[in-house]
Every structure is written in C-alpha cells, then in structure tokens.
C-alpha cells in the first residue's frame, strides 16, 4: 500500500476517534443543560435543594450528594437523606477547606470496603465545590464517591455549580432579614394604627367629656352663685332649697372626683388645696397625704420640676398653661406621665388665688410615641426605599434607604412627585399602579424599571399598599422598593451563561458535522485513491502481459536468428574457404585476395551474430548454464589452438605458465571467455609475447572478503599477458561496457564487435561467478585476470 | 570407394558436404528427407551417416532411433549436425544414438579431419 493510503487510513482513524469523544461531550453537556433546567423549574429554597440533590445524582453518580448553604450567618446542612439541618459547625474537613479558601477540594480513596461496587469500582471520588455567586461564597457542593472513570466528564461541572450558586443566592436572598423587618413593620403598622385610632378616639371623648365638665362647673358655680344669691335671698324663707342645694353641691363634687381625669388645684406656692379621687388614685395618695402637705412639685422627677418651677410663676402671670408634659412621681416611686392644662383663679383685682388644673394620664400615649419612634426607625434603616405618597403622586415621606437606591436625599425627594423616578415609557404602568390603588388594591412584587438622581436606571421590586385615613378612605400610598438590579443582573447572566452552554453545544454539533463531510471527503479521496491503484494495477498487469509477450517474441527471435542469419553464413564461409583453397580448380591472386576477404568478413559478421545472440541470452536471463568435470590444461590448449595460428603468423613468443587441474565448471563458457582474451592479445599486440598462465587461490585475487561463502571457495586463476597497446587509466572503467571501441590511432584499423569483452565479462560474473580485473599500462600491455570458482555447483553458483 | 549418407534438407549445406567428403576420397549418397534417409541407411549400409537435426517430417532424433533399432544397421555411426545448441539438445542427440554431433556453421576445410578423429579412422 502507497504511503499516502496509510496516512489516509491513520487520518479516518484519528478522525472517528474525534467523532466519537465530540459525541460524548455533546451528550454530556446536554444531560448538564437538562440538570439546570430541571433546577431552575424549582419553586422556592426547599424544592430547588430536592431538585438539586436527585438530579446531581441521577446524572453524576456517586453516593450521595451533600449541600452546605448559608442564611444570614446561619449554616445549613441539606442531603439525600436530611432535609436542611442547621448546623453550629461545619464538621467535614473538605467542606470546612473548601468554605475557608474558596477552592474546590478533591480526593481519591480507596473502595473496596463498599459492599454495593462492582470490583473494578474499587476507586472513588469525592469532589467538593464552592458555590460562589458574584464572589460571595452561598455555599459549598460535596458530591461523595463519584465514579473515577467519569473524572474527565466532569470539566463542564464548574460552570453548572456558577449556575446553581446564582439561583441559589436569589433564593436564600428571597428570606433574609429586610423581608422579616418589613412583614414585622407591616404588621406593626397595622398594629399601631389601629392603637392610634382607639387612643385618638378615647382622647376626643375625654377631650369632650372634660369641655362638657367645665361647661357644667362653669355653669353649676354660675348656678351655685345664683343659688347661692338666691339663697342669702331666700334663706329664711326657702330653708328647704337648702337640702337640694346640698344635694347639687354633692352631685358635684362626686362629678368632679370620679371625673376620667385628674383634677387639683394649687395655691400660689404651689402646694395642693384640692385634689380629686381619681388623680389621688392615679398617684397612690390620700388626700390627706397631699391635701395642705404637699406640693406639686414634691410630686415631679427632676427634670419635670425645672419645668415646673420655669412655668409656674408665668402661669400665674399668664392665667393660662395648656399641654405640658410632666412626669410625676406616685407613691410607689413610679412615673406617670401626664399632660396638663391649667386656668388661674384670680380675686376681682387680678390677683392669683389658686389654679385650677386638669391632668391627663399619657403614659399609653407615650407607648405609642415610643412605638412611633421605632417604626420610624425601623423605615429609616430599612435597605428597602420606603415612599409614603398622597393620591396626587407627592412624596410625602422618604426614607435612607430610597435616599441610597434613588440617589435623592430627603429634602430633595419630599415634596416632589413619582413621575420624575419612572423613565418615560413607563409612565402608562404608573397610572394603572394609580388606579389600582384607588380600587384599594394592593400591588405586590411589582418587577420594573426606575430612574435614578444620577440618570442611572435601576430594576426594581415595588410593593405598594393604598394608606387609609381613620374613616376607610384611600388617601395615599406607602411604596417599598427593593433594588434588584443585581438580582436581574444575575438572572440575566445565568439565561447567558445558559445560552452560552446551547451555544457550545451548537458550536460542537456544527463542529461535529463538519468533521463528519471531512471524514466523507477523506473516505471519497481514498476511494478515489484506491480507484486511482486498481487502475494502475490494472495498467501494470496489461503493460506486464505486453511485457511477456515482448519476451516471448525476443526469445523467439533468438531463435529464430541463430537459425536464419547462421545458415546463409555457413554458406558463404563454406564456398569461399572451398574456392578459396582450389578445391574446384585454381584462382588467380586478385580473386584468392576477393575470396579472403569475403570469408574474413563472413566469420566477423558470424562471431558479431554469436556475441549479439550471447548477450541477448544473459539479458534475457535464459542463458543455460551446463558445468562439467574436466581439465583446466585441455581447456586452455584447445583455446590456444584458436590463436596459435595469429600468433605464429604474427611473429609473436607464447609463454605458457599452465598447469592441470579439475575444475567443474561450464566448459564452453569458460572457452569462450579464454579465447576471447586470447584473441584480443593477439590483435592488440604487434610484437613480444603473449603469456598465459594458471594457478589456484584461497580467495578472489583481489582480496575482498565481502563474501564469507566464497572466501572458504578454491578459485582458479587465469591471467592473459600481453606486450600490446595497453589501455589508458581513465578507459579501464569503460572496458567492460557495450560497443566501447577505445580511440586510439593504433585500434583504427583492428577489427572488432565491441561486444567481446562486455559478453567476457557477463559470462564471467553470470555464469561462471567470477570476476575478471584488467591491469595496463599505456604502450607497454594489459594483463586480464580472470578469477573463477574451481567448483560451480549444479545450480549455477559458487560451490 | 566408401558410401557416406548425408541426410539433409538444405541443397547448399548438401553441396558444401558433399565437396569435403569427395576430397576425401568418399561416394557421398544423400536423401532429403528423414524416412528416405531411414530407407537408404538400411539399403545401402553406408560407412558413416551425416544427419542433420533439424528436418522436414521425421527429424533427425526420430530418424536415427529407427535407424538404431534396425539391427541389420545397429552400429553404423550417426555424425548429427546441429544448428545452434539448444539446451538439452546435446542430451537428445546422443540419447537418441547419435555417435557424435558437431554444430554449424560447417568448416568444409576441418569437418572430416574431425569425423576422422571422432571414429578413430587412419
């Protein structure tokens, strides 16, 4: 298979490994975006934690799941089992680090002591998460003994507890302290105002009953005076008036001591000369105890008393005090506040005889200052903006906290109306608040939107009550706003951060197919590839067959020349040596000169046929390889035989140095390469000698022990010397190739095929698995050392 | 004057023979085909037979093993005359009962010096 293909298939591989994992992940995030949702349905605290808890588990695992919430400064504790136990302390030691350093926790432990696991579950995890929502810690997640397999499952956890920890703070902050304060102050408020319209009620009838009471004195002294006139006129004669007289006098003075409020009279020192039952049992005192014993300002606490003493000589000035406070002390040592009014009894010249003064008991009035007081405070210090507002949308009452949500101050804001908090496009919502709090009705957890001094928009939630006056009629509101803008700010990030997850899970599907059409491509491109290889397969096997039929058709050709260009020559050889010798009658010089060379060119045209023929074979790789046991000394005598004739003719000394051995080799190919050596001596060498000689060796005459096989083989040596040409040093590398036909003046006229060496050399080497060397030396004559195996094995190699 | 019978097809290859076998002194007989060949080795008992291998019908391997089971001409010698060796040509030749086999071209100059030496004669 082509390189390529493998890479392809390692790709496809690669890629469906990525496939698979994308796959996974999606399906995961999808089971995280179904937990938030399934938490985020919850209604309230109690249901959002049951939520948690049973769906944590069902989509992560482990044991068991365990939160640890805080409201205010209080710690709770919620799990499978137990549903929100306070706790005073916090007694797992992960929690604590976690709840500490704000750092999720983890641990390996060990399992195997669990009977429920299977037994390649015998590692588990514990994993413990801070729960923070805008940098404040809400609480702490502890999920025990998760499967550790599902350890890299849970990168996306953190991103769902930000989630959790968010919808978790916006349900504890739905309990904290300011809606206690402020269903305490509604219902002190209700309270009080009922308290307030019994006390108004009870003040107006004293206040009656008491002007009704002086009335009547008034005109019961007018009357008495008159009686009293009347009865200096009429004593002597009206003695029996007297009796109803007495009997008014009575009525009187039971009037004035059994009268709902307290009643004395004061000298000009101050000391009591009148006092009634019931101021006298207000205080715990006889009337003899204070009655000419005492003064009013025995009766007052220090600070009443400078009151007193800064007051009493203006009053006698004046004639006249109205509401002032004292604290006067009872008998028992305790306060009783009261509020007095006082009229001067003066002589015809003005001159103060005593006072007459009327005290009321305020100590329940007091209560209801107090109370007042408090709610007031209360209001003040809520963190809520508390509005009182009449019907017409003018602020009549603003407190801290909607100084620090709306940015006004007090001063500012009293006085001014509602319009300038609403930005304009909710102006239609504020009439319909208006209208509704006209039906009376109430508007609760009312979520918009408020402008700010600073220009700044704010969310709100708005609860707003109609204020009725002691007679059922609206006549204004009370509005608490609460700043939500964080809340929403929050709500808003969790549907991003929501969003955010679908996106991912977008993204990744996308991603996801994607990959999917580039596994495609990839397959198509391998088909393609694997098409492109068929076709070439295809090609080499047609090219392969041609290649065969190619060789089929040389060998015939072989054939067929060795057959077809020998038999014509054997004719021409034949009668040109028959004429040629005068077998048939005698030939005159010019024609025996014609004759010679038809024969001559004849046997060249013959040996060039046999070389081409030779070299074909081995090429062709048919060239049959036919070892025979025989003499090495026959061998080389009859491939002298061959050249004997040359060598006498031309005059040249033969050296022989050979020697008898047996050798099985292939006996014709080892001719021919001898002969081949022979001859070319002979051409090349015009005079001195050529030497021939045998020997025997251990190894190849070069000394190469590349081959351990051939190194333990018995070689025969053959050396060809000759006193020639000789062969420049640049041409030896060039000897042994086809149709190299060396330039030199001296060759010009020698006759050769170009083949002879070639073929020498690939008989040597190819059949009798040899080697041939030449060594020369320019002018002075070659040496050709033809080094074979002594033993050619049947199959054609070395031993 | 000796018979020697030349079986062979080609007329110039015939000649050629033919002039190296008179120069020696020898009647030369000849057929063109193998089973003339056959006939004329059992007539004529010639003193040697030159077989060319490669012959139209019987060829040369076939004509000699008939030649071979005649027992009347068992031991007359059968030169076989080949174009190029083939392999395994050698074995078939004397396999078939050849005496001895030289390979063209023919030297008409050597040819029956070499027969001579062959067969031991002179």
């Known amino acids: ?799 | 004057m000796k018979k020697v019978l030349v079986i062979e097809d080609n007329m110039d290859n015939l000649r050629l023979i033919s002039y190296a076998l008179q120069r020696h002194g020898y009647e030369v007989i000849s057929a063109e085909t193998g089973i003339r060949g056959v006939e004329l080795a059992i007539s004529e008992r010639p003193f040697f037979i030159i077989m060319d291998i490669n012959l139209p019908g019987i060829d040369g391997f076939e004509a000699t093993k008939r030649i071979r089971q005649s027992e009347a001409n068992g031991d007359i010698p059968i030169i076989a005359i080949t174009s190029y060796a083939m392999a395994g040509d050698m074995e078939r030749i004397m396999a078939a009962g050849c005496t001895g086999y030289f390979e063209k071209p023919i030297d008409p100059m050597t040819i029956v010096d070499k027969i001579h030496v062959l067969l031991g004669v002179k």
Not at chain 1, 107 to 132: C, G, I, K, N, R
Not at chain 1, 449 to 455: H, P, Q, T
Request: charged share 30%; proline share 3%; with cysteine.
């Open chain 1, 1 to 799: 298979m082509p390189e390529s293909t493998t890479k392809t298939v390692d790709e496809l591989a690669r890629l469906k490994e990525r496939a698979r994992i994308l796959a996974q992940d999606k399906s995961y995030l999808q089971l995280i975006i179904n937990l938030m949702n399934k938490v985020s349905a919850a209604q309230g605290l109690d249901n959002m934690i049951e939520a948690l808890l049973n769906n944590i588990l069902d989509v992560i695992g482990g044991t068991n799941i365990i939160l640890y919430y805080r409201i205010d400064e209080d710690l709770y504790r919620a799990d499978l089992f137990t549903k929100q136990l306070k706790l005073d302390r916090i007694d797992d030691d992960l929690v604590r680090k976690s709840f500490d350093s704000g750092e999720p926790q983890e641990v390996e432990h060990d399992f195997s002591d669990t009977q429920m696991l299977t037994p390649e579950f015998t590692m588990a995890y514990t994993w413990v998460f801070p729960l923070l929502a805008g940098g404040e810690m809400v609480g702490v997640i502890k999920l025990e003994n998760l499967h550790i397999a599902m350890r890299k499952l849970y990168s996306e956890l953190p991103t769902f507890f930000a989630y959790v920890a968010s919808a978790l703070k916006n349900e504890i902050v739905g309990l904290t302290r300011l809606e206690i304060a402020y269903d305490r102050v509604s219902e002190m408020n209700e309270e009080l105002k009922l308290k307030i319209e019994e006390r108004t009620e009870i003040e107006g009838k004293l206040l009656l009953a008491s002007d009704e009471l002086e009335e009547r004195v008034a005109k019961r002294t007018e009357e008495l005076r008159n009686a009293n006139e009347q009865i200096r006129h009429e004593l002597e004669e009206r003695t029996s008036a007297e009796e109803a007289l007495r009997k008014s006098a009575e009525e009187i003075l039971d009037l004035y001591n059994h009268a709902p409020c307290g009643y004395h009279s004061l000298d000009k020192d101050g000391l009591f000369i009148r006092v009634n039952d019931t101021e006298l049992q207000w205080l715990g005192y006889t009337r003899e105890e204070i009655v000419d014993v005492k003064k009013f300002a025995d009766l007052l606490t220090e600070s009443s008393l400078r009151l007193f003493q800064d007051h009493f000589p203006l009053f006698k000035a004046q004639g006249c005090a109205r509401d002032l406070e004292f604290e006067m002390v009872r008998k028992d040592g305790t306060i009783l506040p009261v509020l007095l009014g006082a009229t001067a009894i003066t002589d015809n010249d003005g001159n103060f005889i005593m006072s007459r003064s009327t005290i009321y008991d305020i100590s329940e009035r007091k209560i209801v200052a107090e109370t007042e007081h408090l709610l007031s405070a209360i209001v003040q210090s809520s963190n809520d903006a508390i509005i009182g507002k009449d019907l017409n949308e003018v602020i009549l009452s603003w407190n801290k906290g909607a100084e620090r949500i709306y940015g006004y101050s007090a001063e500012e804001a009293v006085g001014q109306r509602i319009p300038m908090l609403v930005p304009p496009e909710q102006e239609g919502e504020l009439k319909e608040i208006m209208a509704a709090l006209r039906r009376g009705e109430m508007i609760e957890h009312y979520k918009t939107e408020r402008l700010r001094k600073d220009g700044r928009r704010i969310s709100v939630s708005l609860t707003i009550s109609p204020l009725k006056d002691a007679a059922g009629c609206i006549v204004g509101a009370s509005a608490i706003a609460r700043d939500i803008t964080e809340q929403v700010r929050a709500e808003e990030d969790a549907v991003k951060l929501n969003a955010d997850l679908e996106q991912r899970v977008a993204d990744r599907t996308s991603d996801l197919v994607a990959k999917g059409r580039e596994l495609l491509t990839s397959q198509q491109a391998l088909m393609n590839i694997v098409e492109d290889l068929n076709a070439q397969a295809t090609e080499l096997e047609k090219a392969n067959a041609r290649l065969q039929e190619l060789e089929r058709l040389k060998s015939m050709f072989i054939a067929s020349m060795s057959h077809e260009l020998r038999t014509p020559l054997n004719s021409i050889i034949g009668f040109a040596s028959i004429l040629l010798n005068e077998w048939l009658g005698p030939v005159n010089v010019e024609q025996k000169e014609n004759l010679a060379t038809i024969l001559r060119s004849g046997k060249h045209l013959l040996t060039l046929i046999n070389d081409v023929i030779d070299v074909s074979k081995i090429e062709a790789g048919k060239i049959e390889v036919r070892p025979e046991e025989f003499d090495l000394y026959d061998l080389l005598t009859e491939a002298i035989q061959y050249v004997v004739k040359d060598i006498q003719e031309k005059g040249l000394a033969l050296h022989l140095g050979i020697e008898h051995r047996r050798i099985f080799t292939d006996k014709q190919r080892l001719l021919q390469c001898v002969i081949n050596l022979l001859s070319n001596a002979v051409k090349f060498t015009k005079a001195g000698s050529i030497t021939l000689v045998s020997s025997g060796s251990n190894g190849p005459p070069d000394g190469e022990a590349e081959d351990l096989t051939r190194q333990e083989t018995s070689f025969v040596i053959i050396t060809v010397q000759d006193t020639g040409i000789g062969i420049a040093e640049e041409d030896i590398s060039r000897l042994f190739q086809p149709f190299v036909r060396l330039v030199s003046p001296l060759w010009a006229t020698i006759p050769g095929t170009g083949l002879g060496l070639y073929l020498t050399r690939k008989l040597t080497v190819e059949v009798l698995r040899g080697e041939i060397h030449c060594q020369s030396t320019l002018g002075e004559g070659s040496t050709f050392t033809l080094s074979i195996p002594e033993r050619l094995n049947e199959k054609g190699t070395g031993n």
